[in-house]
């Protein structure tokens, strides 16, 4: 392993305190969270607060809580490495640098809800870590074998769809089926792959269970602030000096990122990919980063996109090159998405060429809203994050 | 296990409901109706237009009230600023990619689209066209696919995979590419569809109907010098009167066949003087078979989406099939030469018309081998090749023809009651319920039990195998001798039986399939909306139909009895042989 980190990019990281800490020590770590009661370590995740690093921000201990407490021969734990929202780059340095962490995760919740088999569903274009991911599984399952516990891994490829990251069309897309979210209820939690209780975990969100296994949850609970416990990766893009990857404490204003990450003309910061807000300069100070902030910064959606914008930067074409996105990427099931995405796109172009007048946007706005109200899945409904954030800062860079 | 009483609140006024249904189905009844689009009893759960959505306190979004169940203490609200605003922006969303041709859609005035549209009040979209225009897709002989009126709801895709296991269609594509097609955009001719247009029947819209003939047949009806005779198939019966504004499942022969003389066919005959005629040579067949070691079981061959089925995908268990033609095909023959013999008509000039409750009677028309009479003619009248005629030239649905019907300006409802002509058109009430599932099974033990006891039956009704169960089984005593017999309609049981057969394991000695929910009265050509409860209405006309009957048995059918003095001599004959029996083809399923 200590071979693959050289070859890694070490270059992007900045600030890396516990994520990326080496995971020479999961045997120890594995070995004794192995000997611990499945309840007691559902508690321990419990009392961190930890909430899934993926964008939904569900309480991790509850969702294996659940699964753990649900009668059945057969249950999976997953791992969600469909890293596919623009501007998050974070999963496959996890997955590259400590997989060990993120296997050894897979297994504890293996342990705790009594499942057998785990998967890792990873995103078509990382195919490239497919070889590594393998040697490093084929030495844990060894491992595994020596010490009596039964579990195995899995990788299961995904074939580029960006819907295939929302856990239920990740499941269909699993079963050979076409990429596309089911109804719910029922949860994955009772109903997931197979239509068998199912947990699925964000990489990062299995990484951080490593650190909690490791040094117990009071380490964690004591970094961030209310509701949003501990740290996260953050894939920092655009317009700054040093775009890269960072672990930083959740809480932080906006204002201060901007201070760090900023090259002092920032107009504005998505957070959260294109399915995420974008928050306008006027806004940095009262946006704080974390589950609960107050006003625009209710953030971090979608596994800690920050990308920044600077005066050069049209909002026209930022929009534009989101919403083409996203037209592209619904899966094309239900009709407010599959219609929607292109409704706005198509809207917002006649709006810029004088086609339609302004007042078009607000007709928009309120197509936005159906979409977050009657979507089937977060797809769908966060398309709108981005639109109204957008047009509603920037108004006159839309129409002129 | 009596079902959980919960309490829920709709609209403010509280409930008390049994639990396990729907919102959308525990409203109704009581008494709300949610509009909804894509949503279909019983075959739809993709719940992709977001029409029927709802509020429920404390979810974070509307909810989809189709696939959503009610539970205890629910709070709904069935309409409201936020529930009115995305009902509407998604069915104006759906308009702003669908035609708006609707004078010229087969499914005008028949359409949840514009039923949805005017209970919503919208008559306008805010929304431009996405979607590029594409083909249409007519491969098929039965239906036709316009992708363009297409609002993917899937009810299609769910009763070809689920009610047919034929998967002959399905989605394809991602966002503004969505689109529901076949294996490699081949067309539904061209890849393994039965044409049993169920996925007709379930479309809300005009996209997948069936290939309407009735213009080509009014030329031909006007035509002076072709005689034009109608066979109708015996569910169409009990299933044109909705069509034409009555009651569902009301019986109107008298009425259908005032109004088809009306409408100008020359002589107006009925299937099921051939469905008899089946019955004889089948029933003949199966006797056959069973003393001579035939291979068993016989599998029943009147239904054309079958034959099809069989043929794709069991092509090794093609030689259970019974080699009678369907009694459509028969009539053809049958019409084509004894017939035009004994009228004295050039059976050049005689036009066969069908109307069938089925799609794929379309197809089974145009096979190669279906120019029976032609082939009887060849030599006798020294026909040239170009002059070669199929036995049956158009086949209409229940649906084109009530249309034809309303064209004519018929008053269908208020028609005298005429009868038959003759011979072709006498019948008895074993014919009547090839309409419905087990009737084929039911009208068969009725004669083959009195050809080979050579005593009367005590009993006509054949009570096991009626009704709706997928898959019915009967056990009968001839004269001490067992005989075990089993009944499957859509394609999903039969494929049971047929993997029991081809796994040597099928018990039984005579199998009847129906292609469609219900039999043919639930046919793919039948009258929308066509549901469970509209096919039980149907199935009891027919059977009292049957009942009403002065003879209820084919062998006792005094027309064809005379059609084997004067012309067949006996079943399975060589006459027989020539015109009434028939092959099948291995097909593969690409």
Same mark, same amino acid.
């Given at each position: 392993?200590?071979?693959?980190?050289?070859?890694?990019?070490?270059?992007?990281?900045?600030?890396?305190?516990?994520?990326?800490?080496?995971?020479?020590?999961?045997?120890?770590?594995?070995?004794?969270?192995?000997?611990?009661?499945?309840?007691?370590?559902?508690?321990?995740?419990?009392?961190?607060?930890?909430?899934?690093?993926?964008?939904?921000?569900?309480?991790?201990?509850?969702?294996?809580?659940?699964?753990?407490?649900?009668?059945?021969?057969?249950?999976?734990?997953?791992?969600?490495?469909?890293?596919?929202?623009?501007?998050?780059?974070?999963?496959?340095?996890?997955?590259?640098?400590?997989?060990?962490?993120?296997?050894?995760?897979?297994?504890?919740?293996?342990?705790?809800?009594?499942?057998?088999?785990?998967?890792?569903?990873?995103?078509?274009?990382?195919?490239?870590?497919?070889?590594?991911?393998?040697?490093?599984?084929?030495?844990?399952?060894?491992?595994?074998?020596?010490?009596?516990?039964?579990?195995?891994?899995?990788?299961?490829?995904?074939?580029?769809?960006?819907?295939?990251?929302?856990?239920?069309?990740?499941?269909?897309?699993?079963?050979?089926?076409?990429?596309?979210?089911?109804?719910?209820?029922?949860?994955?939690?009772?109903?997931?792959?197979?239509?068998?209780?199912?947990?699925?975990?964000?990489?990062?969100?299995?990484?951080?269970?490593?650190?909690?296994?490791?040094?117990?949850?009071?380490?964690?609970?004591?970094?961030?602030?209310?509701?949003?416990?501990?740290?996260?990766?953050?894939?920092?893009?655009?317009?700054?000096?040093?775009?890269?990857?960072?672990?930083?404490?959740?809480?932080?204003?906006?204002?201060?990122?901007?201070?760090?990450?900023?090259?002092?003309?920032?107009?504005?910061?998505?957070?959260?990919?294109?399915?995420?807000?974008?928050?306008?300069?006027?806004?940095?100070?009262?946006?704080?980063?974390?589950?609960?902030?107050?006003?625009?910064?209710?953030?971090?959606?979608?596994?800690?996109?920050?990308?920044?914008?600077?005066?050069?930067?049209?909002?026209?074409?930022?929009?534009?090159?989101?919403?083409?996105?996203?037209?592209?990427?619904?899966?094309?099931?239900?009709?407010?998405?599959?219609?929607?995405?292109?409704?706005?796109?198509?809207?917002?172009?006649?709006?810029?060429?004088?086609?339609?007048?302004?007042?078009?946007?607000?007709?928009?706005?309120?197509?936005?809203?159906?979409?977050?109200?009657?979507?089937?899945?977060?797809?769908?409904?966060?398309?709108?994050?981005?639109?109204?954030?957008?047009?509603?800062?920037?108004?006159?860079?839309?129409?002129? | 296990?009596?079902?959980?009483?919960?309490?829920?609140?709709?609209?403010?006024?509280?409930?008390?409901?049994?639990?396990?249904?729907?919102?959308?189905?525990?409203?109704?009844?009581?008494?709300?109706?949610?509009?909804?689009?894509c949503?279909l009893?019983?075959i739809s759960?993709n719940?992709s237009?977001?029409?029927?959505?709802?509020?429920?306190?404390?979810?974070?979004?509307?909810?989809?009230?189709?696939?959503?169940?009610?539970?205890?203490?629910?709070?709904?609200?069935?309409?409201?600023?936020?529930?009115?605003?995305?009902?509407?922006?998604?069915?104006?969303?759906?308009?702003?990619?669908?035609?708006?041709?609707?004078?010229?859609?087969?499914?005008?005035?028949?359409?949840e689209?514009?039923?949805?549209?005017?209970?919503?009040?919208?008559?306008?979209?805010?929304?431009?066209?996405?979607?590029?225009?594409?083909?249409?897709d007519?491969?098929s002989?039965?239906l036709i696919r316009d992708p363009?009126k297409c609002i993917l709801c899937g009810r299609c895709v769910a009763v070809c995979a689920e009610m047919q296991?034929v998967y002959a269609i399905d989605f394809?594509?991602?966002?503004?590419?969505?689109k529901i097609t076949t294996?490699?955009?081949?067309?539904l001719?061209?890849?393994?569809c039965t044409n049993c247009g169920q996925c007709a029947l379930v479309c809300p819209t005009g996209a997948i109907v069936?290939?309407?003939?009735?213009?080509?047949?009014?030329?031909?009806?006007?035509?002076?010098?072709?005689?034009?005779?109608?066979?109708?198939?015996?569910?169409?019966?009990?299933?044109?009167?909705?069509?034409?504004?009555?009651?569902?499942?009301?019986?109107?022969?008298?009425?259908?066949?005032?109004?088809?003389?009306?409408?100008?066919?020359?002589?107006?005959?009925?299937?099921?003087?051939?469905?008899?005629?089946?019955?004889?040579?089948?029933?003949?067949?199966?006797?056959?078979?069973?003393?001579?070691?035939?291979?068993?079981?016989?599998?029943?061959?009147?239904?054309?989406?079958?034959?099809?089925?069989?043929?794709?995908?069991?092509?090794?268990?093609?030689?259970?099939?019974?080699?009678?033609?369907?009694?459509?095909?028969?009539?053809?023959?049958?019409?084509?030469?004894?017939?035009?013999?004994?009228?004295?008509?050039?059976?050049?000039?005689?036009?066969?018309?069908?109307?069938?409750?089925?799609t794929?009677?379309?197809?089974?028309?145009?096979?190669?081998?279906?120019?029976?009479?032609?082939?009887?003619?060849?030599?006798?009248?020294?026909?040239?090749?170009? =002059?070669?005629? *199929? !036995?049956?030239?158009?086949?209409?649905? +229940?649906?084109?023809? @009530?249309?034809?019907?309303?064209?004519? /300006? &018929?008053?269908?409802?208020?028609?005298? =009651?005429?009868? *038959? !002509?003759?011979?072709?058109?006498?019948? +008895?009430?074993?014919? @009547?319920?090839?309409?419905?599932?087990? /009737? &084929?099974?039911?009208?068969?033990?009725?004669?083959?039990?009195?050809?080979?006891?050579?005593?009367?039956?005590?009993?006509?009704?054949?009570?096991?195998?009626?009704?709706?169960?997928?898959?019915?089984?009967?056990?009968?005593?001839?004269?001490?001798?067992?005989?075990?017999?089993?009944?499957?309609?859509?394609?999903?049981?039969?494929?049971?039986?047929?993997?029991?057969?081809?796994?040597?394991?099928?018990?039984?000695?005579?199998?009847?399939?129906?292609?469609?929910?219900?039999?043919?009265?639930?046919?793919g050509?039948?009258?929308i909306?066509?549901?469970?409860?509209?096919?039980?209405?149907?199935?009891?006309?027919?059977?009292?139909?049957?009942?009403?009957?002065?003879?209820?048995?084919?062998?006792?059918?005094?027309?064809?009895?005379?059609?084997?003095?004067?012309?067949?001599?006996?079943?399975?004959?060589?006459?027989?042989?020539?015109?009434?029996?028939?092959?099948?083809?291995?097909?593969?399923?690409?």
């Amino acid at each position: 392993m200590v071979e693959e980190k050289k070859m890694s990019t070490t270059h992007l990281l900045k600030r890396a305190d516990f994520i990326f800490k080496s995971d020479n020590d999961w045997k120890d770590v594995l070995k004794k969270s192995l000997s611990r009661k499945a309840n007691e370590l559902i508690n321990e995740l419990i009392s961190s607060e930890l909430k899934g690093r993926g964008g939904a921000g569900f309480p991790t201990g509850l969702k294996w809580k659940i699964t753990s407490e649900i009668d059945s021969d057969e249950k999976y734990v997953i791992c969600n490495a469909d890293e596919g929202e623009p501007g998050t780059f974070k999963d496959r340095e996890i997955l590259s640098r400590v997989p060990f962490k993120v296997l050894t995760a897979i297994a504890v919740c293996g342990h705790v809800t009594k499942a057998k088999k785990g998967f890792i569903y990873l995103r078509g274009e990382y195919f490239f870590l497919k070889e590594g991911l393998e040697k490093a599984i084929l030495e844990f399952e060894t491992f595994c074998k020596t010490i009596g516990f039964d579990f195995s891994i899995s990788i299961f490829m995904g074939s580029g769809a960006y819907i295939c990251g929302e856990e239920t069309a990740l499941f269909e897309s699993m079963e050979g089926k076409r990429g596309e979210p089911r109804n719910k209820p029922p949860f994955p939690s009772s109903c997931g792959y197979l239509n068998k209780p199912t947990v699925i975990n964000n990489v990062e969100t299995l990484a951080h269970t490593y650190t909690i296994f490791k040094y117990g949850a009071k380490r964690f609970y004591d970094l961030g602030v209310q509701f949003s416990r501990g740290t996260k990766l953050f894939s920092v893009s655009g317009d700054t000096p040093k775009p890269g990857i960072y672990e930083l404490e959740l809480g932080m204003s906006l204002a201060d990122f901007v201070e760090e990450f900023g090259d002092d003309d920032t107009k504005a910061v998505q957070v959260g990919g294109a399915s995420g807000f974008l928050v306008p300069r006027k806004r940095f100070a009262e946006t704080t980063i974390g589950f609960q902030g107050k006003l625009v910064g209710i953030s971090l959606p979608t596994g800690g996109s920050m990308m920044l914008f600077n005066s050069s930067r049209s909002m026209f074409n930022v929009l534009d090159n989101y919403l083409n996105f996203f037209a592209e990427e619904s899966c094309g099931q239900c009709t407010p998405c599959r219609v929607g995405c292109q409704q706005l796109l198509r809207g917002i172009k006649a709006v810029k060429r004088g086609e339609k007048n302004a007042g078009y946007l607000d007709k928009l706005l309120k197509l936005a809203e159906t979409m977050t109200y009657t979507a089937k899945c977060g797809l769908g409904q966060s398309v709108a994050n981005s639109f109204s954030s957008i047009v509603e800062n920037f108004r006159e860079e839309m129409i002129y | 296990m009596e079902k959980r009483k919960i309490n829920i609140t709709v609209d403010g006024i509280k409930y008390q409901i049994k639990e396990g249904k729907t919102i959308l189905e525990s409203c109704k009844d009581l008494g709300i109706s949610i509009p909804s689009l894509c949503y279909l009893k019983d075959i739809s759960s993709n719940a992709s237009c977001g029409v029927c959505v709802v509020e429920v306190k404390g979810a974070k979004t509307l909810v989809r009230s189709c696939v959503t169940n009610a539970s205890e203490g629910m709070e709904i609200k069935t309409h409201s600023p936020s529930v009115n605003l995305a009902r509407i922006t998604n069915l104006q969303l759906l308009l702003a990619n669908h035609p708006t041709d609707c004078l010229v859609c087969e499914r005008n005035g028949n359409c949840e689209l514009q039923d949805i549209a005017s209970v919503l009040g919208v008559n306008e979209t805010p929304y431009d066209k996405t979607k590029p225009l594409l083909p249409l897709d007519e491969s098929s002989l039965s239906l036709i696919r316009d992708p363009n009126k297409c609002i993917l709801c899937g009810r299609c895709v769910a009763v070809c995979a689920e009610m047919q296991t034929v998967y002959a269609i399905d989605f394809t594509g991602r966002g503004l590419k969505s689109k529901i097609t076949t294996y490699k955009d081949k067309g539904l001719g061209n890849v393994a569809c039965t044409n049993c247009g169920q996925c007709a029947l379930v479309c809300p819209t005009g996209a997948i109907v069936e290939r309407n003939e009735s213009s080509h047949l009014l030329k031909d009806i006007y035509d002076e010098n072709k005689v034009v005779i109608v066979q109708t198939a015996p569910a169409i019966r009990v299933g044109i009167g909705e069509a034409m504004g009555m009651e569902d499942g009301a019986l109107v022969t008298g009425q259908m066949v005032a109004a088809l003389r009306r409408l100008g066919f020359d002589k107006v005959f009925d299937t099921q003087f051939t469905a008899d005629l089946t019955i004889m040579e089948e029933g003949h067949e199966l006797i056959k078979r069973l003393t001579t070691n035939g291979k068993l079981p016989m599998v029943t061959s009147c239904s054309p989406g079958w034959i099809k089925f069989i043929e794709h995908f069991y092509p090794k268990s093609l030689a259970h099939l019974s080699t009678c033609k369907s009694p459509q095909q028969m009539f053809g023959a049958v019409a084509k030469t004894y017939y035009a013999e004994k009228m004295g008509i050039d059976p050049r000039r005689l036009v066969v018309v069908s109307i069938m409750p089925c799609t794929a009677k379309k197809f089974e028309c145009k096979r190669p081998e279906m120019n029976s009479a032609y082939l009887w003619w060849k030599e006798k009248m020294n026909l040239a090749d170009k =002059e070669a005629f *199929f !036995d049956v030239d158009y086949v209409l649905t +229940t649906r084109e023809l @009530a249309k034809m019907f309303k064209m004519t /300006g &018929v008053d269908f409802k208020n028609l005298p =009651e005429e009868d *038959f !002509d003759h011979p072709l058109g006498i019948s +008895t009430g074993a014919g @009547a319920i090839f309409a419905a599932t087990g /009737g &084929v099974m039911e009208a068969a033990v009725r004669t083959a039990y009195e050809v080979v006891a050579g005593k009367p039956l005590p009993d006509l009704n054949l009570r096991t195998v009626r009704g709706f169960d997928g898959i019915k089984e009967a056990e009968l005593d001839i004269n001490g001798t067992k005989l075990k017999v089993a009944v499957a309609h859509t394609l999903k049981n039969a494929r049971v039986l047929l993997d029991q057969i081809e796994e040597g394991k099928s018990p039984y000695a005579f199998i009847e399939v129906m292609t469609c929910p219900g039999g043919c009265l639930g046919g793919g050509g039948q009258p929308i909306p066509t549901t469970w409860e509209i096919r039980q209405k149907r199935a009891d006309s027919i059977y009292r139909e049957d009942a009403l009957k002065p003879v209820r048995k084919s062998h006792e059918n005094p027309a064809i009895m005379e059609l084997y003095t004067d012309f067949l001599k006996e079943p399975l004959g060589h006459i027989s042989h020539e015109l009434l029996h028939t092959e099948y083809i291995e097909r593969g399923i690409y």
